[in-house]
């Protein structure tokens, strides 16, 4: 009898301040419609003063276990993925960790930026293959507007702040049954690191710099090797892109969104969007937007879900799904 990692539960969790293209263009030199049209976003959400990564994360994976039978004691591991953690140290993990009250199990933070969640997912799911943990909760949760130069108008209209969690558990299955997480394929190639990084330290409570990105090599970069990493999930699992249901991609850029479904052949309907309104959360995009699929009925059981992510790093990767 062979494993898999079930995902049973998801949840998100959203500031509750909005900041609208129209209240950018009073600071920038910019307007609403150059927004829309190159970037698909209409608005985003904002943590307030005090409102930390740890917070966020911790109402997200709250959201994620009500959705379940199970209770924070059940579960064996918290990884969260962050690329803005409260502090240089401790994790933000082990934070989230005390504040759900767990009394035992492990916690730790994986950095690989937008592609977080993917690294995040990947991580867990071979704990859980190699018997070393049986619940796992997963979280992306980001404070990206903390690193923002809100001076510059090319990167500061395309992030925003939120968390998404989801709950993987251990289920056992028939030897070549196709169900949970199929597989995870991660990447990255540091000699791409100049395309988009922070000129700063770790830890959002200090002077941690700020997000500097060469939007063009980036947008170049991202469609082309989604579109890889895609086509190397849908080879190692035998099935086609005409196989899948769903693409839950990182909530990067409307244009990449687009490119990566017409190289895929996938139409507007089967891919989740939620940039619009959210922006660019960085790690928590791709929980963000499967916790909307899930909770509005769009992702049905037996449905094949593709989620992919590229992130500064360069970091990409995709995780192949059978709900």
């Given at each position: 009898m062979a494993y898999?990692?079930?995902i049973i539960g998801t949840g998100s969790?959203?500031?509750?301040?909005?900041?609208?293209?129209?209240?950018l263009?009073?600071?920038l030199d910019t307007t609403d419609e150059w927004i829309v049209e190159r970037t698909g976003i209409r608005e985003r959400r904002i943590a307030r003063e005090g409102e930390s990564t740890s917070a966020l994360a911790f109402q997200a994976a709250e959201n994620a276990l009500e959705?379940?039978?199970?209770?924070?004691?059940?579960?064996?591991?918290?990884?969260v993925a962050t690329t803005?953690?409260?502090?240089?140290?401790?994790?933000?993990?082990?934070?989230?960790?005390?504040?759900?009250?767990?009394?035992g199990g492990a916690a730790f933070d994986v950095q690989a930026v937008c592609s977080g969640f993917i690294y995040a997912l990947s991580v867990a799911d071979n704990f859980i293959r190699a018997g070393q943990a049986k619940t796992v909760l997963v979280i992306g949760a980001e404070v990206m507007t903390r690193i923002l130069d809100w001076s510059d108008r090319a990167t500061c209209v395309l992030f925003g702040d939120g968390a998404g969690a989801v709950v993987l558990q251990a289920q056992e299955i028939e030897e070549g049954e196709q169900l949970g997480i199929l597989s995870t394929h991660l990447h990255s190639d540091g000699k791409l690191r100049d395309l988009l990084y922070v000129d700063g330290g770790p830890g959002t409570s200090g002077n941690v710099g700020h997000l500097r990105m060469l939007g063009r090599e980036v947008f170049r970069h991202a469609v082309t090797n989604l579109a890889a990493v895609v086509g190397e999930a849908m080879e190692a699992n035998?099935?086609?892109?005409?196989?899948i249901d769903w693409l839950v991609p990182h909530q990067a850029n409307k244009r990449i969104l687009d490119g990566t479904a017409r190289k895929l052949g996938?139409?507007?309907?089967?891919?989740?969007?939620?940039?619009?309104?959210?922006?660019n959360t960085s790690a928590a995009?791709?929980?963000?937007?499967?916790?909307?699929?899930?909770?509005?009925?769009?992702?049905?059981?037996g449905q094949l879900v593709l989620m992919e992510a590229m992130g500064g790093g360069l970091t990409w990767g995709a995780a192949l799904v059978r709900w």
């Open positions: 898999c990692s079930r969790h959203l500031p509750d301040q909005i900041m609208t293209n129209a209240q263009v009073e600071t959705a379940t039978d199970l209770t924070a004691q059940d579960v064996d591991l918290v990884i803005t953690p409260d502090n240089t140290f401790p994790s933000t993990a082990t934070k989230v960790q005390a504040m759900l009250g767990m009394d035998g099935l086609t892109q005409d196989d996938l139409s507007e309907d089967q891919v989740v969007v939620t940039v619009d309104r959210h922006a995009s791709v929980p963000l937007a499967l916790d909307e699929a899930v909770r509005d009925g769009r992702i049905q059981p």
